[in-house]
């Protein structure tokens, strides 16, 4: 019974406040004639200075509520150090100059007029790229007849933010809009942000970055002596593209330095195959160099991943040259014991199972002591030194620089890119 009660009570007061809500609009569409609103902004206007802030006591302070929506961000240059960005700001403020009786103008509660004719905060951004001044004089203003005023500003503006490029492409970043009143000092005019701090509902999103919509905030200080808002946010680069076209490229044409080890000598192609990788390793870097950050503070990890990859490839020419060398030997040049123990443990079957698989080879007909042997050396891996060849060597040493330069070419990559991604974090610019 007691529910029922408080439903029905709750039930008129939405209905009493439907009915007045009803009422005043009624009235104030029967009382905005063309006729009454002209008059009344007559009046209004007659001793009005627009260069003077609206209050009766210029001792007194104005206070500016600011409504502001995000609705596209449609370019991030960090090379730049600049963020466009698509805002509109409604300013809302008490004009003690521009108020009126109802009744004394046919119920007329509110009319919009250009904003050129009345004062208006000059809305300015602090951090442009160059100076920016939200002011669209041509817009309507809203005005209440208490003195309300409601006035949107905005547009494609540019404001900067310091890029910290570290973690590229997997760079986050915190970056700042301030805005202060362009001449007014604090004591003045001061900024107030009622409800919710940015509006990202009707927002587009960037296809390059995310901006996190969430984690608007803002402070309120001063500059020059002047109030100033400052709106912070996160963006944070979306970086598959660059994996697909610069990342995975360039890893997969410094991996086939590797291949250069399993090439024949007897082709003769090793030379130009090592040359050409290498040559389409700093073609593409050319390519891909205006994708490429330009900040040096601090170093991209990337461009430290990019140079190892460089130098693996500029090692294997270097080493595929210098393995010519020793190929091409003859019987007369002696050949020392390290080379001989290099061959001897590439022919053993742990390792030529891990390699690639060898052909039996001729046993010697010089005498192995079987009992002086290795207890983990098996008496088949055994190859007498009369039997090793330059040739031998060479194979020995391709087989050797392939596992290697497997090693180092794999392992570094994957640690570089996953340290690049776990790491990255969002950096206040």
């Given amino acids: 019974m007691l529910v029922n009660i408080k439903s029905g009570v709750k039930m008129i007061h939405v209905v009493g406040y439907s009915l007045c809500l009803l009422g005043i609009l009624m009235g104030t569409v029967k009382g905005q004639t063309y006729e009454n609103v002209n008059n009344l902004r007559t009046t209004l206007l007659t001793s009005y200075n627009a260069d003077m802030i609206p209050l009766n006591d210029q001792s007194g302070s104005l206070n500016v509520n ?12 960090p090379v730049l150090g600049a963020i466009t960005m698509g805002i509109m700001v409604t300013q809302e403020w008490y004009d003690e100059r521009l108020t009126w009786t109802p009744s004394d103008h046919n119920g007329t509660m509110m009319f919009s007029m250009k904003a050129e004719n009345i004062w208006t905060p000059p809305l300015t951004v602090s951090n442009p790229v160059k100076f920016t001044l939200l002011d669209t004089p041509w817009m309507q203003a809203t005005i209440m007849y208490n003195g309300k005023v409601m006035f949107t500003v905005g547009g494609i503006i540019q404001f900067s933010c310091s890029f910290s490029m570290k973690f590229w492409p997997f760079d986050k970043h915190i970056c700042t809009l301030n805005l202060f009143p362009y001449g007014y000092m604090a004591s003045k005019l001061t900024f107030t942000v009622p409800g919710v701090v940015v509006d990202t509902g009707i927002y587009s999103e960037n296809g390059e970055w995310y901006l996190d919509t969430n984690s608007f905030d803002f402070k309120l200080g001063t500059v020059f002596g002047m109030s100033e808002i400052v709106y912070s946010f996160n963006i944070a680069r979306l970086s598959s593209f660059y994996m697909l076209t610069v990342i995975l490229p360039i890893n997969g044409i410094g991996m086939l330095t590797c291949l250069v080890f399993l090439l024949p000598t007897e082709s003769g192609e090793r030379v130009s195959y090592a040359i050409t990788i290498m040559l389409s ?3 593409f870097l050319t390519v891909t160099a205006e994708d490429l950050p330009k900040n040096s503070e601090p170093l991209p990890i990337i461009c430290v991943y990019i140079l190892i990859n460089l ?7 270097l080493f595929v040259v210098l393995n010519l060398i020793v190929y091409n030997r003859t019987e007369k040049d002696k050949m020392a014991n390290i080379y001989k123990s290099t061959v001897k443990f590439t022919k053993r079957k742990w390792f030529r199972s891990k390699v690639k698989h060898e052909p039996p080879r001729k046993k010697s007909s010089a005498r192995i002591d079987v009992k ?9 891996d055994e190859i007498a030194d009369e039997d090793i060849e330059w040739k031998d060597v060479s194979d020995a040493i391709d087989k050797i620089l392939f596992v290697l330069f497997v090693v180092v070419t794999y392992i570094p990559s994957i640690i570089i890119l996953i340290y690049t991604a776990a790491a990255s974090e969002y950096v206040r610019g």
Avoid at 68 to 76: I, K, L, Q, S
Avoid at 311 to 317: D, Q, R, T
């Fill in 311 to 317: 130098i693996i490839c500029i090692l294997g020419l």
């Fill in 372 to 380: 002086s042997k290795d207890a983990f050396t098996d008496p088949e």
């Fill in 281 to 283: 390793l700093a073609v």
């Fill in 66 to 77: 600011l409504s502001t929506m995000v609705f596209t961000m449609p370019e991030v240059n």
